[in-house]
């Protein structure tokens, strides 16, 4: 029997996803719910359809499409986001390539709450440093109107499909891109927010996550190695672009335990989240002028164990 219905390809997805035992890291919860999210998207059809509209038949090249994707997303592990060149961050839709992380960060939620309790007014000047797809910035320009957001990122081309988003969300006007290796290329610039999702993954446990994640930059997972060598030069140059009543919001997620036992004397606060992740820490400008002033030293300590 020949697969017909949009019903048909979704119950046939998630069957495969099951008995392939697909990983659901990158934003789904089980096999049911990105199977119908793949075939939604992919047919363009919006995912609050009425249910009459399953029982659809679909035209022959809309059935390849879902075959080949279905296919790709079982036989090598292709992010659904990758094959539908789509994800969804702090309630917004964004551009993906193979060039930027698949969007998953906790700090949509902290986006979303207007940051509270750690900042205590909308912030005007921000950088959303290792801006990747752009997601974080471009979601602190669209739920932070009067805000001003530099995107940094190392990467050409993560620069361009953040691009794409900003224009997408009709912020352009507020943004501005920057080619930089950490700090290195934003000079005398300050701001009254720093965002920063640095690759934090050694090369080990990047080789131990399943094969979904392999699609994805290494470039935007793993830092040296123990994969704290560029949160670490955060930490130190973040100070020299803060102002005075600045503040740094960093993730590490699961190398949090980490980075708390390498420098046990920072006043490291951690967010919470309803939503579920972790391994974000908050830092003020004090705080990190005194990280700057002792880097000399703990840059040592790293370098001898
Ligand atoms: C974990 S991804 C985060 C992307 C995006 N902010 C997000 O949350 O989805 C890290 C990003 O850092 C960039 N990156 C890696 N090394 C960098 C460096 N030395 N300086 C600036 N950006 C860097 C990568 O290109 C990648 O886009």
């Known amino acids: 029997m020949p697969l017909t219905t949009i019903c048909d390809f979704i119950r046939f997805a998630t069957s495969r996803f099951n008995e392939a035992n697909v990983v659901y890291g990158h934003g789904f919860d089980s096999a049911l719910d990105e199977a119908t999210y793949l075939v939604l998207t992919s047919l363009h059809l919006p995912h609050d359809m009425p249910p009459v509209y399953a029982a659809a038949t679909l035209l022959p090249d809309e059935r390849e499409v879902l075959q080949q994707r279905i296919h790709e997303r079982v036989s090598r592990r292709m992010p659904t986001a990758y094959l539908v060149g789509e994800a969804w961050f702090a309630g917004?839709?964004?551009?993906?390539?193979?060039?930027?992380?698949?969007?998953?960060?906790?700090?949509?939620?902290?986006?979303?709450?207007?940051?509270?309790?750690?900042?205590?007014?909308?912030?005007?000047?921000?950088?959303?440093?290792?801006?990747?797809?752009?997601?974080?910035?471009?979601?602190?320009?669209?739920?932070?109107?009067?805000?001003?957001?530099?995107?940094?990122?190392i990467s050409l081309d993560a620069l361009q499909v953040a691009g794409g988003n900003?224009?997408?969300?009709?912020?352009?006007?507020?943004?501005?891109?920057?080619q930089s290796d950490g700090f290195g290329a934003l000079g005398g610039r300050r701001y009254d927010l720093i965002v920063a999702n640095p690759p934090y993954v050694s090369q080990a446990e990047v080789d131990a996550l399943p094969p979904e994640y392999a699609h994805e930059p290494m470039l935007a997972l793993v830092s040296g190695e123990d994969g704290l060598d560029l949160p670490v030069r955060l930490l130190a140059g973040a100070a020299m672009h803060l102002d005075p009543t600045g503040v740094l919001i960093l993730e590490v997620g699961d190398s949090a335990d980490r980075l708390a036992a390498l420098f046990p004397e920072v006043p490291f606060r951690w967010a919470e989240f309803e939503r579920g992740g972790g391994g974000v820490a908050i830092l003020d400008r004090d705080e990190l002028v005194a990280f700057a002033e002792t880097f000399g030293a703990e840059d040592q300590r790293r370098g001898a164990r």
């Open 166 to 178: 900003a224009a997408d969300h009709g912020i352009e006007d507020r943004v501005e891109f920057i």
């Open 92 to 153: 917004l839709s964004f551009k993906v390539t193979q060039d930027v992380l698949i969007p998953r960060s906790p700090i949509a939620e902290l986006i979303e709450r207007g940051f509270a309790p750690w900042l205590q007014q909308p912030p005007e000047r921000v950088l959303d440093l290792c801006c990747g797809s752009g997601c974080i910035g471009i979601a602190i320009a669209v739920h932070v109107p009067e805000s001003h957001v530099d995107l940094a990122d």
